[in-house]
Nanobody
Framework: QGQLVESGGGSVQAGGSLTLSCAAS?????????MRWFHQAPGKEREGVAT????????DYTDSVKGRFTVRQDAAKTTVYLQMNNLKPEDAGMYYC????????????????????WGRGTQVTVSS
């Protein structure tokens, strides 16, 4: 069974940093084209913020997090990390990771069907 497990959330002051982790099972690893981190603020829909491509490690970011967040994967490409620096109150909420299996799904931050194996998420709180 494919599983994703997010961890690393917590409470920080504005301007602080956190690093989130997303561990993928072998079923998800095989054939995966990309992994994406999603942010869901209270009362809002999930929004993709960072993408990493399994084979080459290329990354994409939304404008709101560029220069502050960094996505990376370990050497085995089974764990994906989101390093979040200079956190802002609007960054607060739940963070989820999901797997994409096609260029169509992975290449754009527009909402497109096909994301699979959503984790349970990890919560980030940012106080000002």
């Amino acid at each position: 069974q494919g599983q994703l497990v997010e961890s690393g959330g917590g409470s920080v002051q504005a301007g602080g940093s956190l690093t989130l982790s997303c561990a993928a099972s072998a079923a998800i690893y095989y054939g995966r084209h990309c992994m994406r981190w999603f942010h869901q603020a209270p009362g809002k829909e999930r929004e993709g913020v960072a993408t990493i491509y399994r084979r080459a490690g290329d990354t994409d970011y939304t404008d709101s997090v560029k220069g502050r967040f960094t996505v990376r994967q370990d050497a085995a490409k089974t764990t994906v990390y989101l390093q979040m620096n200079n956190l802002k109150p609007e960054d607060a909420g739940m963070y989820y990771c999901a797997a994409g299996y096609s260029d169509y799904v992975c290449e754009s931050f527009d909402e497109r069907p096909g994301w699979k194996y959503w984790g349970r998420g990890t919560q980030v709180t940012v106080s000002s």
